[in-house]
């Protein structure tokens, strides 16, 4: 009989990530990972000048 | 304040004298422009034994605001933010994590409901029912909401979370949308920025704390002491703009000459925000875009940053001199301030003009105007 935990938030990281794992008799027997945030910024920039871009893939990620 | 106050906050201030502590917050009541008395008051308000609590909830964003805010280096900040703020939630720097985390953020509501600071970054996906952003399997739009109408005064920190920012540009795939149109009726304030200053953000936080009210705000709902003026005002390199002397491309001599950047897309004349006195990063002079020879993108200016081209000329707003420009009519009678500033700036309007036409049309987007008529 497994058991299934879910984390969210995960802390101390930058963004927002969901972890559900499956638990049975003290093992992980599967996990899954999600990231719990979407700002398309792979559609923002399409199209732009290639100038441009630098400044929208550049915050992707303020760490 | 009383001496023995101080040592128990020497104490956690892990050994920063009295000296120190109390310098720190005169820099901070002067930066607002504030008498030199309020920085012992600022002081008092901060030591005070109940810490004030703030919530900081993030919504669409980098994390690039809260990195700012925790590398500012004036004495002992971290301290000041960990120690003297309760920063009872805040995603990225919370021990506990899945629902200890929220129901650490629960209890804090509850516990100083009509107290509590708010701050939220990022902005706030309206798109869909807000599943492109969720917190402990809620939309944080549904957060926000939640949150808002118990917290004692909201500030909304970076440009996402005050009018859109990167997520909100064209064509914003998620409806991201700023805190203020998402709580309309309640008073926000925004500190735009990319990331924003930490110094506007703890500025606001402490005259809160002191005054217990919101310090006073232009029609964008910013703070006035740091959004007051624009870019260009207070520019070292404004003398150039002045004189005519422009960097016409990366690397030319002029741009090594540390000419002004105008004519490379400079949105200095549009954009308002304390950069060129404040600068980034406590590490010395020119520690900022256009110090290290970038031109000013506009970051903190809603339809400038991240919507007009990058390298398309900026729209001078208005013409004023510098804070420490001499008059270029000295005592001439009935001149008004503006026709001062338009003789100095003249020449520099006349050249500008010139690169005018070589410049627009940069980008995809087409002109300033279509873009704000689209976002209206």
Same mark, same amino acid.
């Given at each position: 009989?497994?058991?299934?935990?879910?984390?969210?938030?995960?802390?101390?990281i930058?963004?927002?990530?969901?972890?559900?794992c499956?638990v049975?008799?003290?093992h992980?027997t599967?996990?899954?990972s999600?990231?719990?945030?979407?700002r398309g910024?792979?559609?923002?920039?399409?199209?732009?000048?290639?100038?441009?871009?630098?400044?929208?893939?550049q915050r992707?990620?303020?760490? | 304040?009383k001496?023995?106050?101080?040592?128990?906050?020497?104490e956690?201030?892990?050994?920063?004298s009295?000296?120190?502590f109390?310098?720190y917050f005169?820099?901070?009541?002067?930066?607002?422009?504030?008498?030199?008395?309020?920085?012992?008051k600022m002081?008092?308000a901060v030591?005070?034994?109940?810490?004030?609590?703030?919530?900081?909830?993030?919504?669409?964003?980098?994390t690039?605001?809260?990195?700012s805010?925790l590398?500012?280096?004036?004495?002992?900040l971290?301290?000041?933010?960990?120690?003297?703020?309760?920063?009872?939630?805040h995603?990225?720097?919370?021990?506990p994590?899945g629902?200890?985390?929220?129901?650490?953020?629960?209890?804090?509501i509850?516990?100083?409901?009509?107290k509590?600071?708010?701050?939220?970054?990022?902005s706030?996906?309206?798109?869909d029912?807000?599943?492109?952003?969720?917190i402990g399997?809620k939309p944080?739009?549904?957060?926000?909401?939640?949150?808002a109408?118990?917290?004692?005064?909201i500030i909304a920190i970076?440009?996402?979370a005050?009018?859109?920012g990167v997520?909100?540009?064209?064509?914003?795939p998620t409806?991201?949308t700023?805190?203020?149109?998402?709580?309309?009726?309640?008073?926000?304030?925004?500190?735009?920025?990319?990331?924003?200053?930490?110094y506007?953000?703890?500025?606001?936080?402490?005259?809160?704390?002191t005054?217990?009210?919101l310090?006073e705000?232009?029609?964008q709902?910013?703070?006035?002491?740091?959004y007051?003026r624009?870019?260009?005002?207070?520019?070292?390199?404004?003398p150039h703009?002045?004189?005519?002397?422009?960097a016409?491309a990366?690397?030319?001599?002029?741009?090594?000459q540390g000419y002004?950047?105008y004519?490379?897309?400079?949105?200095g004349p549009?954009?308002?925000?304390n950069?060129p006195s404040?600068l980034?990063?406590?590490?010395g002079?020119?520690?900022?875009p256009?110090g290290t020879?970038?031109?000013c993108?506009g970051?903190?200016?809603?339809?400038?940053?991240f919507?007009?081209?990058?390298?398309?000329?900026?729209?001078?707003?208005?013409?004023?001199?510098?804070?420490?420009?001499?008059e270029?009519?000295?005592?001439?009678p009935?001149?008004?301030?503006n026709?001062? !500033?338009?003789?100095?700036?003249t !020449?520099?309007?006349v050249?500008?003009a010139?690169?005018?036409?070589m410049?627009?049309?940069l980008g995809?987007?087409?002109?300033d105007?279509?873009?704000?008529?689209?976002?209206?």
């Amino acid at each position: 009989m497994s058991t299934r935990i879910t984390i969210d938030p995960i802390t101390r990281i930058e963004g927002h990530l969901r972890i559900e794992c499956e638990v049975d008799g003290g093992h992980v027997t599967n996990a899954w990972s999600s990231g719990q945030m979407w700002r398309g910024i792979e559609n923002i920039v399409k199209g732009r000048d290639a100038r441009e871009v630098w400044l929208f893939t550049q915050r992707i990620c303020g760490v | 304040m009383k001496m023995n106050d101080l040592d128990v906050f020497r104490e956690l201030l892990g050994g920063v004298s009295r000296r120190d502590f109390l310098k720190y917050f005169t820099i901070m009541a002067s930066s607002m422009g504030l008498p030199l008395g309020v920085g012992a008051k600022m002081a008092e308000a901060v030591t005070n034994p109940k810490r004030p609590s703030v919530i900081w909830l993030s919504a669409q964003e980098c994390t690039g605001c809260t990195e700012s805010l925790l590398r500012a280096t004036h004495p002992t900040l971290d301290h000041l933010i960990l120690d003297l703020i309760s920063l009872d939630y805040h995603e990225t720097l919370s021990t506990p994590a899945g629902h200890q985390a929220e129901e650490a953020r629960q209890k804090a509501i509850r516990d100083n409901k009509g107290k509590f600071v708010l701050v939220v970054d990022g902005s706030i996906p309206v798109k869909d029912g807000g599943v492109y952003c969720m917190i402990g399997g809620k939309p944080v739009l549904q957060i926000v909401k939640e949150t808002a109408p118990q917290a004692g005064a909201i500030i909304a920190i970076g440009s996402c979370a005050s009018w859109g920012g990167v997520p909100s540009a064209d064509p914003n795939p998620t409806g991201a949308t700023p805190v203020h149109e998402i709580l309309k009726g309640t008073p926000v304030v925004n500190i735009p920025g990319c990331p924003a200053s930490p110094y506007n953000f703890l500025s606001t936080v402490l005259y809160y704390l002191t005054f217990k009210k919101l310090p006073e705000l232009d029609d964008q709902g910013r703070p006035k002491f740091a959004y007051g003026r624009l870019i260009h005002e207070n520019c070292e390199r404004r003398p150039h703009f002045d004189a005519g002397r422009f960097a016409v491309a990366f690397g030319d001599d002029n741009h090594r000459q540390g000419y002004c950047l105008y004519k490379l897309g400079c949105k200095g004349p549009e954009t308002y925000n304390n950069c060129p006195s404040i600068l980034y990063g406590d590490v010395g002079s020119g520690s900022w875009p256009v110090g290290t020879g970038h031109p000013c993108f506009g970051c903190s200016e809603k339809g400038v940053g991240f919507t007009a081209p990058l390298h398309a000329l900026a729209n001078i707003k208005y013409l004023t001199p510098n804070t420490f420009f001499t008059e270029a009519y000295p005592g001439k009678p009935e001149t008004t301030s503006n026709i001062k !500033a338009l003789g100095a700036a003249t !020449a520099g309007v006349v050249i500008g003009a010139a690169g005018a036409a070589m410049l627009v049309g940069l980008g995809k987007k087409g002109n300033d105007t279509e873009e704000e008529n689209k976002e209206g």
